[in-house]
């Protein structure tokens, strides 16, 4: 189990009659609920921008320059989706 940190927080009336509501209604203690809405925000949140090393070698294969860099962009976002560029340049 991760080591945990105790912390204080104030809540609006309404905020923690949710909490407590949460609580009630799973079984589950008021921490618990807070640290599982915290974690299913933290899941929600946007995977990090890719590092340069990373697109290292992206372009083999494939007609682009270095100066094709919007045609970079572009074939990151095909490759995230599942689409070859490629076979489009190709002709």
């Given amino acids: 189990m991760a080591r945990m940190t105790r912390t204080q927080i104030?809540?609006?009336e309404d905020e923690y009659l949710f909490l407590k509501a949460e609580a009630a209604e799973t079984g589950a203690s008021l921490s618990?609920?807070?640290?599982?809405?915290?974690?299913?925000?933290?899941?929600?949140t946007v995977e990090a921008p890719r590092h340069v090393w990373e697109l290292a070698g992206i372009l083999e294969g494939c007609a682009?320059?270095?100066e094709d860099h919007d045609t970079l962009l572009y074939k990151i976002q095909c490759e995230e989706m599942g689409i070859d560029p490629c076979s489009e340049n190709e002709g």
């Fill in 10 to 12: 104030t809540l609006e």
């Fill in 32 to 44: 618990s609920v807070v640290r599982r809405l915290v974690r299913a925000r933290m899941s929600e």
């Fill in 64 to 66: 682009y320059t270095l």
